[in-house]
Nanobody
Framework: QVQLVESGGGLVQAGGSLRLSCAASGIIFSMHGMGWYRQAPGKQRELVVSITRGGSTAYADSVKGRFTISRDNAKNTVYLQMNSLKPEDTGVYYC?????????WGQGTQVTVSS
């Protein structure tokens, strides 16, 4: 059974940093690309960044230069380092994996950036 568990969210002032973690189980982690999405209040969920199994990354323009995704295959974990946070980064952040053509999501972790 595929399971994704996010952690690391919280309340931070603008300009601050947070590091999110997503621990995966039920899959051969090293064989799968992973993604971080976010959903702000009243808005649709959007892709923030993805990382392939080979380590290639793709960032949304809004976070380029501020966010960094990484993965540790030995720990079955993907990370999202978020620096220079802005109030518009506020939302629930979700980890995602596609497995057998189905999307799996974690429970989400709340990130709130105060101005």
């Amino acid at each position: 059974q595929v399971q994704l568990v996010e952690s690391g969210g919280g309340l931070v002032q603008a300009g601050g940093s947070l590091r999110l973690s997503c621990a995966a189980s039920g899959i051969i982690f090293s064989m799968h690309g992973m993604g971080w999405y976010r959903q702000a209040p009243g808005k649709q969920r959007e892709l923030v960044v993805s990382i392939t199994r080979g380590g290639s990354t793709a960032y949304a323009d809004s976070v380029k230069g501020r966010f960094t995704i990484s993965r540790d295959n030995a720990k079955n974990t993907v990370y999202l380092q978020m620096n220079s946070l802005k109030p518009e980064d506020t939302g629930v952040y979700y980890c995602n994996v596609q497995y057998w053509s189905r999307d799996y999501w974690g429970q989400g972790t709340q990130v709130t950036v105060s101005s």
